[in-house]
């Protein structure tokens, strides 16, 4: 990977129009360069109050010099800002405001700012084009590159949404340099995850670890790219989620959203995946042939992940929340596991082989993780 920044560009099958990705220490300051290739018309950030006090100068001063300085909208900050109602206000304020056809929405800062903003992207006059600007690692490895949009509904998380392919995923990883540790270590679990579906991707992680530990410059960059890259790879051969095959990027998310429902949020979204990883290292040793001593060690590049060191008693009926998963279905769970770094097998499982699993790793793991 260059010092600056890395870019790739991919089409999702059937879209118009193909999707580019820059990654890099300072790449908003080429926003002002592409803009104009993308649409020449009206632009808005949608942002949340704290992202843009930190991170909206540097965003905007970007695009100067392109004619399109785009104007900030403010939703509000975290899960808040995915609801119908915030979507209303945005959809309303962004048509009275001026954005027409061939104008655009640039969405700087979470997971919840991209996925409200895209949505926005994606209904208001029945479509403009959309820039992602992640803010958290989270964002930044996963959320960002996709296409999925969505507002939450009374009945359960993203049940409102749309697929609305970003033109531009501009990633400053500068931006991740204002994240409390524990927001960025929870978007680490994201990036292991994706390291275990590319075998040399997962080689590399083994001489990054520690420099992510640390949140060296270079090593947020290549793991960011590498994360965005093999999804890029599995959504480009899978869209619509219909083939199967984007179902692999739920590696460890079976459980983990199981726990983190299960804990009231207590676990950020990230430490139950981590969690959630450990018991799919557990199962694929006994189901797929995940070789011991190789499980081992991908235990110890998620093991300190995992948040808090004992999972307490506020997760204990967490099985109860497994088929609630989306992913399931009415034949039982589907759940994804390893028989290899980079070989994904996607299994049918039943919730008891799941609880044994993340009991077998808590006794492994639990205790034995230093958590700083
Ligand atoms: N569309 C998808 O494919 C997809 C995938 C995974 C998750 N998601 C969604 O993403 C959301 C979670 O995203 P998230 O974890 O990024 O949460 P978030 O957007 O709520 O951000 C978390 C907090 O971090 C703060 N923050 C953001 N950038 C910061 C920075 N650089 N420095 C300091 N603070 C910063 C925000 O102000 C916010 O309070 C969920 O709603 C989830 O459903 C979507
Ligand atoms: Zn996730």
Same mark, same amino acid.
């Given at each position: 990977m260059p010092a600056a920044s890395a870019s790739f560009r991919f089409r999702s099958p059937g879209e118009p129009s193909e999707t580019e990705v820059v990654v890099g220490? $300072?790449?908003? %300051?080429?926003l002002g360069r592409r803009l104009p290739g993308i649409a020449q018309g009206r632009w808005f950030v949608v942002s949340s109050r704290p992202v843009f006090r930190r991170h909206g100068a540097a965003l905007v001063a970007g695009a100067?010099?392109?004619?399109?300085d785009p104007d900030p909208l403010l939703v509000p900050d $975290?899960?808040? %800002?995915?609801s119908w109602e915030v979507l209303g206000r945005l959809l309303q304020t962004l048509v009275s405001r001026g954005l027409k056809r061939d104008g655009g929405v640039i969405a700087l800062g979470g997971g919840t700012v991209g996925d409200v903003g895209g949505l926005a992207a994606s209904l208001a006059l029945r479509g403009v084009a959309l820039v992602q600007a992640p803010t958290t690692l989270l964002a930044a490895s996963d959320?960002?590159?996709?296409?999925k949009t969505a507002v939450d509904l009374t009945t359960g998380k993203n049940l409102a949404g749309t697929f609305h392919q970003p033109r531009l995923i501009l990633v400053d990883?500068?931006?991740?340099?204002?994240?409390p540790g524990r927001a960025y270590r929870s978007g680490l679990a994201e990036v292991v995850k994706s390291a275990f579906l590319d075998r040399v991707f997962h080689k590399r992680l083994e001489t990054l670890t520690h420099d992510l530990e640390e949140r060296e410059p270079g090593a947020v960059s290549e793991a960011v790219y590498r994360s965005l890259r093999l999804k890029a790879r599995v959504v480009a051969s899978d869209p619509g989620e219909r083939?199967?095959?984007?179902?692999?990027?739920?590696?460890?998310?079976?459980v983990g959203h199981a726990l983190e429902t299960a804990s009231g949020h207590r676990l950020t979204h990230g430490e139950a995946v981590a969690w959630g990883l450990l018991a799919a290292l557990v199962l694929s040793e006994q189901r797929?042939?995940?070789?011991p001593s190789r499980a081992r060690d991908m235990a110890h590049q998620v093991a300190?992940?995992?948040?808090?060191?004992r999972l307490d008693a506020?997760?204990?009926?967490?099985?109860?929340?497994?088929?609630?998963?989306?992913?399931?279905d009415r034949m039982g769970l589907v759940g994804v596991l390893l028989s290899a770094p980079g070989r994904p097998v996607a299994v049918r499982m039943e919730a008891a082989e799941l609880e044994a699993a993340l009991l077998e790793a808590q006794k492994r793991y639990n205790g034995r993780i230093t958590w700083r």
């Open positions: 220490a $300072g790449a908003f %300051a080429d100067a010099g392109s004619g399109l $975290g899960e808040k %800002a995915k959320s960002a590159l996709g296409g990883t500068k931006t991740l340099a204002t994240l083939r199967g095959r984007r179902v692999f990027l739920n590696l460890g998310h079976t797929v042939g995940l070789r300190f992940l995992c948040r808090p060191p506020s997760t204990r009926y967490w099985p109860a929340f497994l088929s609630h998963d989306k992913k399931s």
